[in-house]
């Protein structure tokens, strides 16, 4: 695979995505001219003191003149207005894509502003931490990761093609998928366990019988796993929720379904059941960690982490 | 604090409590002498192998003979058997603890087998990892992490000072608090995260729309850190959920209720609760990294981790 080379490329939205990503295309060469937009100044001015880019600007309509390759990296409940602005100021042959995590949303609110001639396809790199702002990415996110495109029929397969290599470049494994596939996918693997993770979290800090205290000296014993995916940030996960509730009311449903009967179980102490479902998912792991995507270490190698600093 | 010495400490149990307690005994020279006892002859033999003890025996009997302190590290719901059988050869003056994840039905299954002159002080390290078996443990496993001890009224104080100081000399930070408070405390802390690890897991195992490995290629977007919860123990678990099914019906009804309300907030697109349930949750995070009890790294450490070996 040659690694490709844009001229300029815009970033649109410098969170832990768009900062990871501007770090990795310096690190591999992937391009000329950085161009970085965010209209928050704050940010901006976060991204030009960790010099991230090579020009900065408040609007996108700069950021993507003369862009080869455009990277829209905003919650996304903004896709639409982003689309609507950097439409004009488009170059012909441009590659236009984003980062979200669902997709036919996206599609439905950036598909109908692009121009003729513009090549869009739709991107997710399954990658990130709990952490969001510019501050936070760092170049090696996507290592190993997957990342899943997915075009629209018709789409230029060249221009899928140089996109495909842009993100294998940035150290992604590539996949491709219909959209609507992709957001129940995702739904489960991601929405389904953010959501429950916010989910106990609140109830935990709501409960009469046991103080806050208590819930944070104890946590240890299983509850601070699920505080990371909790302290994720609000704005996109608002907007997940609300762009893909379709395949998330499936998946929640058949969750609680699964739950009522693991609750049943309980009431009546039927242990043989409860072994069963218990030994059964311990396999899952293994997989996991045997197809490159966690950490081979107990704890997630937090004993590692904390005996090494 | 004075270190505490105990002539001979029996270990009845060796998986990943019992085999870390006899790391730390050891290396905090707690005792002159280390009785190992397990059921499971291949676990014994495994003990050995680890040079974890100075005795092993296949029954908790000839382990606790002389022992000044006795640890049961069993499952729960086999507590009762283990203290029948090792009533008749306790020492008068010893101490039994056990480090059970539920409190009420060990004390309910335990107390009435312990013989006059014994002192019989429940206790529960939070401390653990997904893995299980004496290869497992690590002498680091309660370094900072909280012990509770349940003990009856009318126990010995001299008694429950000298196990809290064993307990401090393991590294561990100690607390004391009614039987039954802690079984709350600990189905909301403990229990609950894993029932909804074990359940959201099955979930993603038994859907027809995405694949098995799907799930385990794209799992970096969240899944998998349920995976670790679910990757404990089941006969455990099993036992946990037989032995504490009051207080974890109760918490399991309090989260459903709670998911309840969200789900109609994602399937009437109110953004506003949503945002407002997915901000308030972030600072438990904070909090729980002041308190010690979780690293101050993205991600659980996982790339610094990665990136160190």
Request: hydrophobic residues 40%; glycine residues 8%.
């Amino acid at each position: 695979m040659t690694k490709p080379h844009f001229e300029k490329i815009a970033l649109v939205g410098i969170g832990l995505i768009g900062s990871s990503l501007a770090r990795v295309i310096r690190r591999e060469k992937l391009t000329s001219h950085i161009a970085i937009a965010t209209r928050s100044q704050a940010t901006l001015d976060e991204a030009r003191a960790l010099d991230l880019g090579d020009s900065y600007a408040d609007d996108a309509t700069t950021a993507v003149r003369d862009a080869d390759l455009v990277i829209v990296s905003v919650p996304v409940g903004s896709s639409g207005t982003v689309a609507e602005q950097i439409a004009p100021a488009l170059k012909p042959g441009a590659i236009v894509t984003d980062v979200g995590s669902t997709k036919a949303s996206v599609i439905a609110q950036m598909a109908p502003h692009m121009p003729e001639g513009v090549h869009f396809i739709p991107g997710h790199p399954i990658a990130g931490t709990e952490k969001s702002g510019p501050a936070a990415g760092f170049a090696d996110l996507f290592q190993g990761r997957w990342c899943i495109l997915t075009p629209l029929p018709g789409t230029d397969a060249d221009a899928i093609n140089r996109l495909g290599a842009f993100w294998e470049a940035c150290g992604s494994r590539l996949d491709t998928m219909d959209a609507n596939h992709h957001d129940k996918v995702l739904a489960i693997v991601s929405h389904l366990p953010h959501i429950i993770a916010y989910n106990i979290v609140g109830t935990a800090d709501d409960l009469e019988t046991v103080t806050q205290s208590e819930v944070i000296k104890y946590s240890a014993s299983g509850f601070r796993d699920f505080t990371r995916l909790a302290a994720s940030d609000p704005t996109m996960w608002r907007d997940v929720c609300l762009h893909n509730k379709d395949a998330i009311l499936e998946m929640l449903a058949r969750f609680s379904e699964d739950l009522s009967s693991l609750q049943r179980a309980i009431r009546w102490g039927d242990g043989d059941k409860l072994f069963e479902l218990f030994s059964h998912t311990r396999a899952v792991r293994r997989s996991i960690i045997e197809a490159g995507q966690e950490v081979d270490l107990p704890d997630f190698g937090r004993q590692a982490v904390a005996s090494k600093t």
